[in-house]
């Protein structure tokens, strides 16, 4: 009650990992920490000119930040990952992989893969980074699942239960590391205008069709996440966990 609403939001002092910021929601997220004070690292899974140019934005804007490589679908890869990272105070679970096919067509190798990048991934860095936080009586700990989880997909069974699954560990953690300081808490976005779906954004037919499901009538841009991932990683949200914030426009309705 004490606090200026510039407190509330303040994350001076805490570092941030954004997996997957090279672009898109990631991205929106761990820039909006990094105005909020925070210092943050970027990351991508391979080395591009998107995660250049955000590490430069966010340079620019007087963000204390770093780039960090690390394709996530490799286990060996994550897991040398996540040995040699400094384990921020902020964790964002963002990047998937997100394959569309029906479910009969689906093969245990594609799975696999899926699975590997958007469960065991998050599964080797919360291993590695829970001790740490735990030590330190504080983590802010943000799983990106997505709309799916409400309203399953045609050909995406098996992403939306890849973000079934993250929502349910994030409870679990919530509750088990809930004295230690930390909270765990998903969003589930609707459809954001990003490079992944910038195909099928482009066909307005489609696009009509998305505003029609969607009660206020518009397809979210990356930044409309940002606000939410705020409040899950600031002071004001420090009672807060458990929880999923759907960020849909009410799709998931
Ligand atoms: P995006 O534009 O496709 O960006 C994906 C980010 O994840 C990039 O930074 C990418 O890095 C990284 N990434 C992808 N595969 C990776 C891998 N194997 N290892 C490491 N990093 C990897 O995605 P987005 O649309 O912003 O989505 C972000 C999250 O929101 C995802 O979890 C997605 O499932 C969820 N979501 C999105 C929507 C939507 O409509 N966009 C809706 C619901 C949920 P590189 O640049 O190096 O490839």
Redesign the pocket.
């Known amino acids: 009650v004490n606090m200026s609403v510039t407190e509330m939001f303040d994350l001076s002092g805490k570092t941030a990992l954004g997996?997957?910021?090279?672009?898109?929601?990631?991205?929106a997220i761990a820039l909006a920490y990094g105005r909020a004070g925070a210092k943050v690292v970027f990351?991508?899974?391979?080395p591009?000119d998107?995660?250049d140019a955000v590490v430069e934005e966010a340079e620019k804007a007087g963000i204390a930040c770093e780039k960090a490589?690390?394709?996530?679908?490799?286990e060996a890869e994550t897991k040398a990952f996540a040995a040699e990272m400094d384990v921020p105070d902020i964790l964002v679970l963002?990047?998937?992989?997100?394959t569309y096919m029906g479910f009969e067509d689906f093969t245990t190798e594609e799975f696999d893969k899926e699975y590997s990048?958007?469960v065991k991934?998050n599964f080797i860095l919360l291993q590695r980074a829970l001790p740490v936080m735990k030590e330190r009586k504080f983590g802010r700990i943000i799983g990106?699942?997505?709309?799916?989880h409400y309203r399953p997909g045609l050909n995406l069974a098996v992403?939306a239960s890849s973000?079934s699954s993250l929502m349910n560990m994030m409870k679990n953690i919530a509750r088990s590391y809930g004295s230690f300081g930390i909270t765990a808490n998903t969003i589930?976005?609707?459809?954001?205008?990003?490079?992944?779906?910038a195909k099928i954004l482009s066909d307005p037919k489609a696009v009509e069709n998305f505003i029609s499901w969607v009660p206020t009538h518009r397809i979210?841009a990356?930044d409309d996440?940002a606000g939410s991932a705020l409040l899950l990683a600031a002071p004001c949200g420090s009672f807060i966990t458990g929880i999923d914030i759907p960020v849909t426009g009410g799709l998931h309705l």
């Open positions: 997996r997957g910021s090279s672009r898109g929601i990631g991205k990351h991508g899974s391979k591009s998107k995660l490589i690390c394709d996530l679908s490799n963002n990047a998937s992989m997100q990048a958007n991934a990106i699942s997505s709309v799916n992403y973000k589930s976005p609707g459809i954001i205008a990003t490079d992944r779906n979210g990356a996440i």
